[in-house]
């Protein structure tokens, strides 16, 4: 994977509204594709990710991602938010033969308001 | 607990001054690498390690250092630390065949440079 774009650095939403995160990546092979949330100070952990299969892929805390190969994308979806979902989430891409490397976009902050 | 221990959580330092900091990590996994994290850049990878004795360039690793004597301990290392080091870092491992699952992520060091 050449890239990743996260477009949003910053996501304002309100308490039980639903939210997407919208990730965009550049490569010309198969790629994984992951999300990864980090909690205020704390490391990272993997939310969900993509490997094959069902393009719709569910993760923890209610979240889910859809892979789009045509348009490159691999947004992430909740219907409902709620204060403990605020958090820095971070999409990473893998070329499928790049044995553990990631590519990391810049991240996007989810701020809940009650 | 299956964990990465990042040591010190925090630390205030001045240029020059030789520092280390530790990631040690209880689940024998090959793959251990560095990160840093600043504000609208994401992550970027430091150096990294596929097993021991076996050390490679990340995308910034200019002014760092590593080691991997051990397959537990990789030491991320700053001979003359400056103020454009100062960051959040942050130890990841997985295992060999087991990285498509997810990183394991240490809690971070959190680092400033004067």
């Known amino acids: 994977a050449q890239s990743v774009t996260q477009l949003d650095s910053q996501v304002p939403v309100f308490e039980e509204a639903p939210v997407e995160l919208r990730c965009n990546y550049s490569?010309?092979?198969?790629?994984?594709l992951f999300w990864y949330v980090q909690y205020p100070n704390q490391g990272l952990q993997l939310l969900l990710k993509y490997l094959s299969g069902s393009t719709l892929v569910k993760g923890i805390n209610g979240f889910e991602a859809e892979f789009n190969k045509s348009q490159t994308s691999f947004h992430l979806r909740k219907p409902s938010v709620h204060i403990s979902d605020t958090a820095e989430y971070f999409c990473a891409v893998s070329e499928v033969d790049s044995n553990y490397q990631l590519i990391w976009g810049a991240g996007t902050k989810l701020i809940i308001k009650p | 607990e299956a964990q990465v221990t990042q040591n010190p959580r925090y630390l205030i330092t001045v240029t020059g001054k030789k520092l280390t900091v530790t990631c040690s990590q209880n689940?024998?996994?090959?793959?251990m690498s560095w990160y840093r994290q600043d504000p609208g850049l994401g992550l970027r990878q430091i150096y990294y390690?596929?097993?021991?004795?076996?050390?490679d360039k990340g995308d910034v690793p200019e002014g760092y250092k590593v080691s991997r004597k051990e397959k537990r301990n990789f030491p991320l290392i700053l001979e003359s630390p400056s103020p454009n080091q100062t960051s959040l870092y942050f130890c990841?491992?997985?295992?060999?065949?087991?990285?498509?699952?997810?990183?394991?992520f240490g809690s971070g060091t959190r680092l400033t440079v004067v």
């Open positions: 689940m024998n996994h090959e793959y």
């Open positions: 990841a491992s997985s295992s060999r065949t087991g990285w498509v699952y997810g990183y394991t």
């Open positions: 390690s596929m097993n021991v004795e076996v050390t």
């Open positions: 490569s010309s092979v198969s790629v994984y």
